[in-house]
């Protein structure tokens, strides 16, 4: 069983469209994760839930907009998509919110945006 | 702010020789390290950690790093490498948030990643 699981792996859309990027661990986890990695493979956190309360929301267009429905899912919604939002997405997972958990990534979403 | 520094964007190394991948960090406070690697087209795979104790710390297939307060580093490193180790790495620090109001630990703060290519 795949412990995070993304949907769709691959997304190519045009400009101007909304698109969403599911989410979901079987872990049993209480923190969830999004990550944006660029093509430059830089990796930068966007958005943090722990048991489905909005945790972190760093400094991101507030065309993005998370919703988690409950511990095990959290969902990434994206409104008018914009060239520079082309990367690979990633969710991850750790137990909680202690010093010490390593996180788990999902294997990405892929999204171009024409 | 909490950050790390992989300073090499590519390591070289022959197969069966020992590799170094390298990471220094700068924390306040403690500092909870990791590394990852990240095979293409794939998510991020988690190696090890240091969190306390000894500074030597054993991972997956074959890695381990070392933590050293004095020059701020946590290198990561195998004896004898293979061709499969050829991926990207990641060091990483875990971050500190709302340190005063009772809040844990939020993600990881990821260092820019380092090209590790093993040639048989």
């Known amino acids: 069983d795949t412990a995070v699981s993304q949907t769709p792996k691959y997304l190519v859309t045009q400009m101007g469209n909304d698109k969403s990027i599911k989410c979901e661990q079987n872990?049993?986890?209480?923190?969830m994760y999004w990550y944006k990695q660029d093509s430059k493979k830089f990796l930068k956190i966007m958005f943090s839930y722990n048991n489905k309360e909005l945790i972190i929301n760093e400094t991101v267009p507030n065309r993005f907009s998370p919703k988690s429905p409950d511990k095990a899912h959290l969902n990434l919604h994206i409104n008018s998509l914009e060239l520079g939002d082309s990367a690979v997405y990633f969710c991850a997972s750790s137990q909680d919110r202690t010093y010490t958990g390593e996180l788990f990534f999902g294997e990405g979403s892929r999204l171009t945006v024409l | 702010a909490q950050s790390v520094a992989q300073p090499e964007d590519q390591v070289n190394v022959a197969e069966g020789n020992p590799l170094t991948v390298k990471c220094t960090y700068s924390?306040?406070?403690?500092?909870?390290l990791f590394w990852y690697v990240q095979y293409p087209n794939r998510g991020l795979q988690f190696l090890l950690k240091?969190?306390?104790?000894?500074?030597l710390v054993k991972g997956s297939y074959g890695f381990e790093a070392e933590f050293n307060k004095s020059q701020t580093s946590f290198h990561l490193k195998k004896p004898s490498a293979l061709v499969s180790d050829s991926a990207l790495y990641f060091c990483?620090?875990?971050?500190?948030?709302?340190?005063?109001?009772?809040?844990?630990?939020?993600?990881?703060?990821f260092g820019k990643g380092t090209h590790l290519i093993i040639q048989p």
């Open positions: 924390v306040s406070g403690n500092p909870y």
């Open positions: 240091y969190i306390t104790g000894d500074n």
């Open positions: 990483a620090v875990r971050v500190l948030r709302f340190l005063y109001s009772g809040g844990g630990a939020d993600g990881l703060t």
């Open positions: 872990l049993g986890h209480d923190t």
